[in-house]
């Protein structure tokens, strides 16, 4: 890894995340279980660490600035976004690594945009965060982390399947929306369980 030029992203991330001592210590965690999970399924461990550390960049922006950098940027804002404005941050996250970061690699990008939903028929790098996201080592809340955890390194496929399973029904049970991406990115990985 270029060490200095990631040593300016981390510091400019921090910045970014107003010393939210959380926020930035989960960024840390997401961004080296993304290393992790890419050296064990052969991906790009530079750009996983990268697209980890980036991920939440917008998340400590107010909602209500969320929508109206959307609305500037010509970024789509679906129905469940509008019910829970927070789903942005994944957007604009990677509009912010595009034009506060300098980062034009797609994949990157695609990365951060995804990690919140998923989508079906991730790419590689997209499955990496959206799973570092929620095992990352300082996360503690999900029922079935232990689980979650050990699959994330023998199957990948099988952990985001049990992760959005998981989504689902807390948000079912919480009576909160549900983004129809979500449900997306179920069924696609119930599939390939069973072919
Ligand atoms: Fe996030
Ligand atoms: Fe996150």
């Known amino acids: 890894m270029d060490n200095e030029y990631i040593e300016r992203l981390r510091k400019q991330v921090k910045k970014a995340l107003k010393m939210d001592k959380k926020r930035y ?5 997401v961004a080296d279980t993304a290393a992790c999970l890419a050296m064990r399924y052969g991906a790009d461990v530079e750009k996983a660490y990268i697209a980890g550390l980036l991920h939440d960049c917008a998340k400590c922006v107010p909602d209500d600035i969320k929508i109206k950098e959307c609305q500037e940027h010509g970024i789509e ?4 976004e509008a ?3 927070y ?6 996250g990677a509009l912010y690594a595009r034009i506060y970061y300098g980062i034009e690699d797609e994949e990157i990008l695609s990365a951060i945009r995804f990690h919140t939903t998923g989508r079906a028929n991730m790419t590689e790098l997209e499955e990496i965060v959206f799973i570092a996201d929620y095992i990352e080592p300082y996360r503690n809340q999900a029922s079935d982390l232990n689980v979650v955890r050990a699959e994330s390194f023998t199957d990948i496929r099988k ?4 992760v959005t399973f998981d989504t689902l029904e807390y948000l079912k049970r919480k009576g909160k929306a549900i983004d129809p991406v979500t449900v997306e990115t179920y069924e696609f990985y119930k ?5």
């Not at 599939?191 to 072919?195: A, Y």
């Open 87 to 92: 789903l942005l941050h994944a957007k604009l």
């Open 159 to 162: 952990a985001i399947l049990t």
């Open 77 to 80: 804002i679906t129905e469940s």
């Open 83 to 85: 019910v829970g404005p």
């Open 191 to 195: 599939d390939t369980q069973n072919n």
């Open 25 to 29: 210590r989960h960024t840390l965690g």
